[in-house]
Structures are given as structure tokens and as C-alpha cells.
């Protein structure tokens, strides 16, 4: 940004400008100036969603890992859990979190579109709003798992959970075994984004 | 028959899911945050945007945040807060900014 001097990055030609780049800012322009937005708010919510990461949620499988009644919760009422942890849920709609067990391995999509919850965990990764992931996922969940390096045992189910526009859902993936005496901090980076949409699970540490 | 954003187990879709993920540009990030904030202010809701999303015709040729765009303008002219004359002025006053013109 600003490479040019100017100061003005978002003014910036770039190669690969789509036509809708210059539609979409002309929208916010005149939006602002009949003052039906601000600039300052449209700023403020790109802050916002470059702020949301995987993080919290993997913040709260680590807790949910240690404290049994904080996973209780978790599974009652997501957002309260959230909350708990000082992790902001009030622009998220229903939000749901699935537990894996020896009995059962969740996987989520959006068939219809995008839906994630993107303002606890950010934007959702490209691959999940492509049409072969979409369309595939509710079809042949453990095929599209083997993609990612994930072999799901024949006899263990598969819930597969289609989000939409007024539900989200989070996975609560197994503790790995040899995880004992680790602390929250280090649990915590054994959950990768994957884990908590079920096409990945945490993977037991190194030995040393 | 379901519509095109319909995706759930249709076959013609199926194929290796691409991993590869794009660095979202900076337009990209105002059309999703110009989104949020017509929702927040009660502009329009989730529901209107789906509708206008599955609608467009160019849907399947359209990245992501493209139909985002043409669906929150399709939705602010349809609402009356915008005209589509003033938007196309508008966009092509700032093309002309960009290309030096």
C-alpha cells in the first residue's frame, strides 16, 4: 500500500481490479454522503473482521479440554461461553458448538452459500465456499476428509451439519492423547482452523 | 428445482476440492464491511442478501466478493437509497480517477 506515494491506497489501481471494485466504492461514497453509513463505520468493521480469527475458537476448545464445566457450557449456550472467555459473540447469530466422541465425528458446510461463524473465527477459508466442497460435503463427507489428510475409521459415523443463515456451528474436537500436563496456551496450538470445521482433527505433540 | 446456489449433492459440482486460498484485495474487505453495516443499521437483512445473491445471472462466473457487491448495489437501488444512474456515474468517475484519466 502506498508504494506509489500517494497515500491513498485505497485509490490504487491494481492489476487485478475487478470492475466490482470501483462499483462497490462508489455504493459506500454515495451511501455516505446521503448519510446512511459513515466511513468511519465501514472502516471500523474491516478492523473488526481482520481482528476475528480460528484463535478464539481454538481458545475455547483448550478450556473446554481442561474444565469440564466450562465444556458444559460450551455445549448449552456457545455464545455464554464466549463471553466467558471475553471473546466477543453479540454480532454472531445462533451459534452452535458439536462435540466428537469415539461415537461420532462432525463435519460442517454451507451447501446454500458461506455460512461460518465468521465474527467469532473470521472469514471462512476459500476452499469452503467452493462449489466441489459444497456440493460434495453432504454427499461424500469422508471422501472429501481423505483430501485433507483425514481418514475417518468405516465404523465411526459422520454428522454432517449444514449451516445457514441463522445457525453457525463450531466443532469441539477429541484431546489428543499425550496431552497431559500441557498447559491451556499449548493445547490451545494444537487446534488448527480445520479442527473446528471437522475436515482436520489436533494432532497428538511430537515426542521429544 | 432448486436454484443455482443450491450446491447439496449435485453431481456436476463434484471434483477435487482446490485448497488454494487468494489474499482478499482491499475492495474486497469494503464490500464485506459495507455489507455488515447495512445489516447492523436495518438497511436490509441476511435474507435480502441471499435472495439477491442467488438471483444474479452471472452468479457462476462471479468471485465471491463480486456477487457480494452486485448484490448489496441490486439491493440499495431496489430499497430506493440509491438510483442506478448515480452508482454508474459514480463508478465510472473513479475508474477514470484510477486510470489517470
Not at chain 1, 139 to 156: K, N, T
Request: contains cysteine.
Amino acid at each position: 500500500m502506498g508504494e506509489n506515494g500517494h497515500g491513498h491506497p485505497h485509490e490504487e489501481p491494481k492489476q487485478e481490479r475487478s470492475p466490482w471494485a470501483a462499483r462497490i466504492r462508489a455504493v459506500e461514497e454515495l451511501l455516505a454522503e446521503k448519510g446512511l453509513l459513515t466511513h468511519g463505520e465501514v472502516e471500523a468493521q474491516v478492523r473488526y473482521m481482520e481482528a476475528r480469527s480460528y484463535e478464539n475458537g481454538a481458545r475455547l476448545v483448550a478450556r473446554a479440554w481442561t474444565d469440564p464445566g466450562f465444556k458444559a457450557l460450551l455445549l448449552e449456550d456457545t455464545k455464554a461461553a464466549c463471553s466467558e472467555l471475553g471473546i466477543d459473540a453479540s454480532g454472531s447469530v445462533e451459534f452452535v458448538t458439536v462435540e466428537n466422541t469415539p461415537e461420532v465425528h462432525n463435519l460442517i458446510v454451507c451447501t446454500l452459500c458461506s455460512c461460518y461463524p465468521r465474527a467469532i473465527l473470521g472469514r471462512p477459508p476459500d476452499w469452503y465456499k467452493s462449489p466441489a466442497y459444497r456440493s460434495r460435503a453432504v454427499a461424500e463427507p469422508r471422501a472429501v476428509m481423505r483430501e485433507f489428510g483425514l481418514e475417518i475409521p468405516a465404523d465411526l459415523p459422520v454428522a454432517v451439519h449444514d449451516s445457514s443463515a441463522d445457525v453457525r456451528y463450531l466443532v469441539l474436537p477429541m484431546r489428543p492423547r499425550g496431552t497431559q500436563g500441557m498447559s491451556e496456551e499449548e493445547l490451545a496450538e494444537l487446534v488448527t482452523r480445520d479442527c473446528l470445521i471437522g475436515t482436520a482433527v489436533p494432532r497428538e505433540p511430537a515426542r521429544v | 428445482m432448486s436454484g443455482v446456489h443450491d450446491m447439496g449433492g449435485r453431481r456436476e459440482e463434484f471434483g477435487p476440492v482446490d485448497k488454494s486460498q487468494h489474499e482478499l484485495e482491499d475492495w474486497e474487505r469494503i464490500a464485506d464491511a459495507v455489507n455488515y453495516v447495512l445489516n447492523a443499521k436495518g438497511h436490509k437483512t441476511t435474507d435480502e442478501m441471499r435472495r439477491a445473491i442467488e438471483g444474479l445471472e452471472a452468479y457462476r462466473e462471479m468471485s465471491y466478493y463480486e456477487r457480494w457487491a452486485a448484490a448489496a448495489e441490486k439491493l440499495v437501488v431496489e430499497k430506493g437509497l440509491l438510483t442506478q444512474g448515480e452508482i454508474d456515474e459514480r463508478a465510472a468517475a473513479l475508474e477514470k480517477r484510477w486510470s489517470g484519466g
